[in-house]
């Protein structure tokens, strides 16, 4: 069964501490990895897709990684309007466009 | 460029009652996909729309349906309402849903259930 799962559930940072956020999955047959950032009351706000083991892309503070089994989302020196929940999703399936999603992990940097 | 629109933003309706959802996707998009979100399940996957048919569903009852208009708008339509279909509706579009195209998200609907 395809399958996201995202850690932690939630991080607490100090302004300039940097970190990481985990996405695992197993799909059959990844056609794309997508990170998003959602804040309360948005709908969630594309941020990088990623599609190839060893592909990077980065973003100001935002760096995403992909490996066969996992994805990673850097972030260096966050900044209190980096928090947010961060949310991970697979595109999957022979056909169509249904996106897999995990239950994110909600940041907050505190200055 | 617009994004993707959504109406109503908030909605309260009681149990038993339905209630119809509107999508106006980015101009050019053909593909819409709905999504409920819920603190506990996070985004689930309700169905895909292109060209006017259903092309992906997700595991959802068939109380929860969904058309899409000549002009690539969608509607999503939830009969005999329940409390746990309280949520937040969330549409999405894309180009095609070719590999690696990500979807653009509206801000949704609350929806409420008394």
């Known amino acids: 069964e395809d399958q996201v799962t995202q850690s932690p559930e939630a991080l607490r940072l100090q302004e300039g501490e940097s970190s990481s956020l985990n996405c695992s999955y197993t799909v059959s047959g990844l056609r794309g990895l997508f990170w998003y950032r959602q804040d309360p009351g948005k709908g969630p706000e594309f941020l990088f897709t990623?599609?190839?083991a060893g592909e990077e892309k980065e973003k100001e503070r935002l760096k995403a990684t992909l490996t066969k089994k996992e994805s990673f989302l850097h972030i260096t020196a966050p900044k209190p309007e980096d928090s947010a929940t961060y949310l991970c999703?697979?595109?999957?399936?022979?056909?169509?466009?249904?996106?897999?999603f995990g239950t994110g992990t909600s940041l907050t940097v505190i200055p | 460029k617009a994004g993707v629109t959504q109406t109503p933003r908030y909605l309260i309706k009681t149990r038993g009652q339905q209630v119809t959802l509107s999508c106006s996707p980015i101009?050019?998009?053909?593909?819409v996909s709905w999504y409920q979100q819920t603190p506990g399940q996070g985004l689930q996957f309700l169905f895909e729309?292109?060209?006017?048919?259903?092309?992906n569903k997700g595991n959802f009852p068939g109380r929860f349906s969904g058309r899409q208009f000549s002009n690539s708008r969608s509607e999503m339509n939830v009969s005999t309402l329940e409390l746990g279909d309280s949520a937040l509706y969330l549409c999405?579009?894309?180009?095609?849903?070719?590999?690696?195209?990500?979807?653009?998200f509206g801000d949704g609907t609350r929806l409420s259930i008394l």
């Open positions: 999703a697979v595109q999957a399936g022979n056909t169509g466009n249904q996106f897999y």
């Open positions: 729309y292109f060209s006017e048919t259903q092309r």
């Open positions: 999405a579009s894309s180009r095609d849903g070719s590999n690696h195209q990500p979807q653009h």
């Open positions: 101009s050019g998009h053909r593909s």
């Open positions: 990623l599609y190839s």
